[in-house]
């Protein structure tokens, strides 16, 4: 027995699968700031650190990611406002960051100048808070005006709770609230919610009111019309939802010319409102409701509304199908015209990726097989929708965007969607670092500004995508990185590492890790991404065939893969590990619970894993859309199926187990690993469990936590599966 399992002989032992409907032993794990559950909590780090963290292997992976997270060759990625670019970045001598600006030339050399606006390290020692940066708004300015009004969001602990504050760009400088800046929930320690702007001086703000003014995840249930100068409790209700929805919002969008102002009703994931308000906060004040479908998605530019669509819509003769992107005049839809014009229909092998406006042209990234294609889409000059996606001198036009790297990730974000028709692509891949060009809309090449280094030799590796066979018959494809001799199946079983995810239609591509490249590609190990069902590799169709009670094709598709790379020669059960982290953290759980003879080690990350208790655990209502409600006896049938806490059996053969969550993540609950593990060490399992005491859902709040973090993962892996 180890020294990691003999650590646990104060808990029970169990021996048969939990009953959901008894008294839960370790229930007491849920109460997050508990004194108790925090002296277990510091219990397992301890004996993380003695076992995992005590493998001379584990410092040297630790400082590796760390160099590379502190490097000052990384691409600063940055955001234009005006005549400068904005960038947040951390480093060795900045541990939580400083957000700064340079001049676009400036950014073209290899050494630009930066101005500090803000530095988070000053203000957490000034302020004695663990500041976590959250992100900023920043305002329009009208023409000739600077660029001044700043909305920062900061986290304490890095929680998605979060603090508002008026910032003045110009002064560099917090506006106090005794000069009329706004503010949010700084006396709270923060809320769930944000401040947006509404104009120079007003803000919409949706956070929590007071009692009953959250839904039953835990957000914002009121949004709200806040007028500089006034009494916080004298903003006005522009809308109040249901007890039973998710999240309520508002934004204004501040094209000169085209603003509009817009109400946003989440009554559940994948299914919500949206509202266009005029004289918002005023007795004047009116809703229409877009009458879209309720799963469909609207954006707004300019003139132009765009549709895309979770399921098929049918208007009068003509049917959409689901995972379209269609396109119309805002005005005349709003006023009961229905002229769509169709810019995007999925087929078997291609989805919608993405869609990023410019000034006047419309970029489409298409997943063809999970590699990206370009496209760019100019609307018609009249400003009516054409009737055909080809298009003509009354149509929508397609043309080639220029050429990207054709096994690359390619990402595409505007430079000023409101001014010009200049584009950022950003492009990666498992070998090639990321490269940051500019292009501009009917320019025939990229030029590329900025790539990052490279952290590792890739000379004799390569990366190539597969197909695995599911149980049902659906081909699921699959990345692969390793030597060519792993790849071949011929040097014999290999360290591997399968990673996914499969949820929230969120699609899994590549990209460039300088940890796996260091830590395990450099030292013989293959790395493994799975596509699988529950993404949205293939639009909302490959989402949708794993929700509720098809959670099962997921794990299903996963245990696909794994039975591939093993019947490729590529590795065996012995030597392959799997790693995931919050929807993928049930993933792997289930993973281990179902199918524990197909792997070596298990890592678990932020996890879901109680799926009895998931919906009453801080954010976990919202994702009912996704798994079903457990309090629904009907439902329950088939989430008891995939709820690996109910699922563990004391009498059952498992791989090592590493867990890893964070106390201040406050949307999966850290109850979740916290008992999970307690329950593996009450079988006799072999597990590791660590916690960092802040970090957010994300699990670290700086750089040296997630290399530190990162290290127990890595070494683990290694420990487990043979590697070096």
């Given at each position: ?147 001044r009004k700043v909305l920062i969001d900061l986290s304490p602990g ?215 294609r370009l496209y760019t889409l100019t609307p018609p000059a009249s ?342």
């Amino acid at each position: 027995m180890s020294e990691r399992q003999r650590t646990t002989t104060s808990e029970p032992t169990i021996t048969t699968p939990l009953d959901p409907d008894a008294q839960d032993p370790f229930g007491w794990l849920e109460e997050v700031e508990g004194v108790e559950a925090l002296a277990w909590v510091r219990a397992r780090n301890e004996e993380a650190h003695a076992s995992v963290g005590a493998d001379p292997v584990f410092a040297k992976i630790e400082a590796q990611i760390l160099e590379v997270l502190d490097s000052d060759d990384r691409v600063p990625e940055v955001s234009r406002l005006g005549e400068h670019l904005y960038n947040f970045w951390r480093d060795a001598d900045h541990e939580r960051g400083i957000w700064r600006r340079t001049t676009p030339e400036s950014y073209r050399t290899d050494d630009p100048e930066w101005e500090i606006l803000l530095d988070l390290d000053a203000l957490a020692a000034e302020e004695d808070e663990s500041w976590v940066w959250h992100g900023a708004s920043v305002l329009r300015p009208e023409p000739g005006e600077p660029w001044r009004k700043v909305l920062i969001d900061l986290s304490p602990g890095g929680s998605d709770a979060d603090v508002t504050r008026e910032f003045d760009l110009v002064e560099k400088a917090f506006v106090s609230p005794a000069d009329g800046g706004f503010t949010r929930a700084v006396e709270q320690g923060g809320a769930k919610g944000a401040l947006s702007w509404c104009g120079p001086d007003a803000v919409y703000v949706y956070t929590d009111f007071g009692p009953g003014s959250l839904t039953p995840s835990g957000y914002p249930r009121i949004v709200k019309l806040w007028r500089r100068g006034t009494p916080f409790e004298d903003a006005a209700v522009v809308y109040e939802g249901t007890d039973e929805d998710m999240y309520i919002s508002a934004r204004r969008i501040h094209t000169p010319g085209f603003e509009r102002d817009l109400v946003s009703r989440s009554i559940a994931f994948y299914k919500s409102e949206t509202y266009v308000a005029t004289d918002p906060g005023t007795p004047e004040q009116t809703l229409t409701k877009l009458d879209i479908p309720d799963s469909a998605e609207a954006g707004f530019h300019r003139e132009w509304l765009l549709i895309e669509l979770r399921d098929e819509w049918s208007l009068g003769e003509r049917t959409y199908a689901a995972g379209s992107l269609l396109a119309t005049d805002a005005d005349r839809f709003l006023a009961g015209e229905r002229d769509l014009t169709v810019l995007f229909e999925p087929t078997p092998k291609t989805s919608l990726a993405g869609a990023t406006w410019t000034r006047n042209h419309l970029v489409l990234n298409v997943f063809e097989d999970v590699k990206n294609r370009l496209y760019t889409l100019t609307p018609p000059a009249s400003g009516r929708a054409g009737a055909s996606e080809a298009g003509g001198s009354d149509g929508w036009t397609r043309s080639e965007f220029p050429e990207t790297d054709p096994v690359a990730a390619v990402g595409t974000r505007a430079v000023d969607a409101v001014e010009s028709d200049e584009v950022w692509v950003v492009t990666s891949g498992y070998l090639t670092p990321a490269t940051y060009g500019l292009t501009t809309i009917g320019d025939e090449t990229v030029e590329p500004i900025k790539s990052a280094p490279a952290w590792f030799d890739t000379d004799g590796l390569r990366a190539e995508q597969r197909f695995a066979t599911s149980a049902d018959g659906t081909r699921i494809p699959y990345f692969i990185v390793g030597s060519d001799a792993a790849l071949a199946g011929s040097a014999g079983p290999a360290p591997t590492l399968l990673y996914g995810y499969g949820g929230f239609e969120i699609p899994m591509t590549p990209g460039y890790s300088a940890g796996v490249g260091r830590v395990w590609l450099s030292e013989g190990g293959v790395y493994v991404v799975a596509n699988i069902r529950g993404g949205g590799e293939y639009g909302p169709a490959w989402h949708q065939a794993a929700l509720k009670e098809n959670r099962h094709k997921a794990y299903e598709d996963f245990a696909a893969v794994a039975r591939h790379l093993a019947e490729t020669g590529v590795t065996d059960a012995s030597r392959l590990g799997i790693q995931g982290g919050s929807n993928g953290g049930l993933l792997t759980g289930n993973m281990l619970t179902l199918y524990p003879e197909l792997f070596g080690a298990v890592v678990i990350q932020v996890p879901l894993l109680d799926m009895k208790r998931y919906s009453h655990l801080l954010a976990g209502a919202s994702w009912m859309a996704e798994y079903g409600d457990p309090d629904v006896p009907e439902e329950w049938d088939f989430i008891k199926t995939f709820s690996p806490y109910h699922l563990l059996d004391g009498s059952r053969t498992y791989p090592p187990v590493l867990l890893t969550t964070s106390t201040k993540d406050d949307r999966v609950h850290p109850g979740h690993a916290r008992k999970m593990a307690a329950l593996l060490a009450a079988t006799g399992k072999d597990v590791t469990y660590y916690e960092n005491i802040e970090g957010g859902h994300g699990g670290a709040a700086n750089n040296a936590q997630s290399a530190h973090l990162s290290a127990f993962a890595w070494t683990f892996l290694r420990e487990r599966l043979g590697l070096g």
